[in-house]
């Protein structure tokens, strides 16, 4: 089910309204009506790999009570073992099997062999590199004693499985949110306004910004071959504001919405583009994802307690696999591994030439809005060949388009607002403001969704990873 459609729209109200009616009731009870709803919300996408939801919570459930239970310190490094194989096996067998597949048959045709290898087709389940994550660090903290495994089996599939954030995050931490499942809720009018303000500036930046800027892109990089520097740079910096709004507009919905039912989700974006280096870009982007990987990935590799050979290893080690995390092709791993060589750029810098925080903005968007073409782009030879004609490296590729002025102006007017709000949580946080401006405002943004907007349910763009 997608946020941005009329289903959703009748879901929320109904499950919020019937929800809470529940308040009185055994929280368990409550909890289990919580599972059902979030398991209608996925089945809506697809009905058949609710059975994978429901097998990865259960193992995860059913190994954490064992690890609980082991003595052995051999005993507990198997059973985290299985839950890794599970886990991954799963995520690495439907995102993934037919990817190295196929770069195994390309590299042996590569040698002049041609075989006959399998490839299955698997359709990506959605959102499995989000709950697979979220599911997966509760095993690994249960086995670092970080956390005692829970006996309550709802709250925990209520855990994995809770609807706002099930299929693109923000990726949650049992040590954050189990409790808060294993705790009786009160409605807090407060925290449901304030979700719902929030939930309001992520449909604006979705469905007025994200969405209409999907033709231009799609022109850009579908057409890039006859055009000129010019609109290849229009192109990339409206992808670099459309993903951005795409996936933040996402993380809005999900945070605001689960409020209204009294659970706390993870921050998942800060104003990265305001960010002076790209260490900074890196903790105010994707940060449930980004600290995912510091804490599971990055910091059992060694992280900086090691020489600084090794330092560097780790640091592109746990770049490449969260690039390689977003999806099955070659120009993600590039993405992941190029900011990885920013990241070790700006760890080697030296100090004395820090350069003033406006240039360091500029020359990070600058870094990160050239290896978008990465992300975006179909193959490595696509990608490489649009880096070439945005630096006038290719011939005969003059071609101009117009300037769809509108749409950079409603970039830089987004940019603006995100500039002025970059102290508070989120950019529509408004309570010090007078009622009568905050009342305009609303009333303005939900005029802009409805005039402005593109109201033809376009997915978001993470629902593919």
Not at 137 to 164: E, K, L
Not at 189 to 200: F, M, T, W
Request: proline share 5%.
């Amino acid at each position: 089910m997608l946020f941005n459609s009329q289903a959703f729209l009748f879901f929320l109200p109904v499950v919020f309204i019937a929800y809470w009616a529940m308040d009185r009731t055994p929280l368990r009870l409550q909890n289990l009506f919580l599972l059902a709803a979030s398991y209608v919300f996925y089945g809506r996408w697809d009905w058949r790999f609710l059975g994978l939801l429901f097998a990865t919570s259960l193992v995860d459930f059913l190994l954490g009570l064992a690890l609980d239970r082991a003595k052995s310190p051999r005993a507990r490094r198997l059973l985290l073992g299985l839950s890794l194989f599970v886990n991954l096996g799963s995520l690495g067998f439907f995102k993934y099997f037919d990817f190295f597949v196929d770069s195994f048959a390309a590299l042996l045709a590569s040698a002049g062999l041609h075989p006959h290898l399998p490839a299955l087709k698997v359709i990506l389940p959605v959102g499995i590199s989000f709950y697979t994550f979220q599911s997966l660090s509760y095993t690994i903290d249960v086995y670092r004693g970080r956390i005692r495994a829970t006996r309550d089996p709802c709250a925990f599939f209520a855990f994995v499985s809770f609807f706002p954030q099930l299929v693109a995050g923000p990726i949650g931490r049992a040590s954050e949110m189990l409790p808060q499942f294993l705790a009786k809720r009160t409605f807090d009018p407060a925290q449901a306004s304030d979700g719902l303000r929030q939930v309001l500036w992520g449909f604006v930046k979705k469905v007025v910004v994200a969405d209409n800027l999907t033709s231009p892109v799609e022109a850009a990089f579908g057409g890039q071959a006859g055009l000129g520097a010019a609109p290849l740079w229009i192109g990339a910096f409206f992808f670099a504001i459309q993903i951005y709004c795409d996936f933040s507009g996402y993380s809005d919905i999900a945070i605001g919405t689960a409020r209204l039912f009294g659970i706390s989700l993870r921050r998942n974006f800060a104003y990265p583009y305001f960010s002076p280096g790209i260490a900074e870009f890196w903790r105010r982007w994707h940060m449930s994802l980004s600290s995912w990987f510091r804490d599971y990935v990055y910091i059992p590799l060694g992280g900086s307690r090691v020489g600084a050979a090794r330092h560097a290893l780790n640091v592109m080690a746990t770049f490449t696999l969260s690039g390689l995390w977003h999806g099955a092709r070659w120009t993600f791993v590039a993405w992941g591994a190029l900011h990885g060589l920013y990241y070790l750029g700006s760890m080697w810098s030296s100090p004395a030439r820090r350069i003033p925080r406006a240039a360091g903005i500029a020359a990070t968007f600058l870094a990160v809005l050239l290896a978008w073409v990465f992300f975006r782009a179909d193959s490595m030879g696509s990608a490489i060949s649009y880096l070439a004609g945005m630096f006038g490296l290719r011939s005969g590729a003059t071609a101009t388009s117009a300037i769809p002025v509108h749409l950079l102006v409603m970039c830089l007017a987004l940019l603006a607002i995100e500039a002025f709000q970059a102290g508070r949580p989120h950019a529509l946080d408004v309570n010090r403001w007078p009622a009568a401006a905050r009342w305009t405002a609303y009333y303005a943004l939900v005029l802009g969704i409805f005039f402005a907007g593109n109201l033809h349910h376009v997915p978001f763009i993470y629902f593919q990873f």
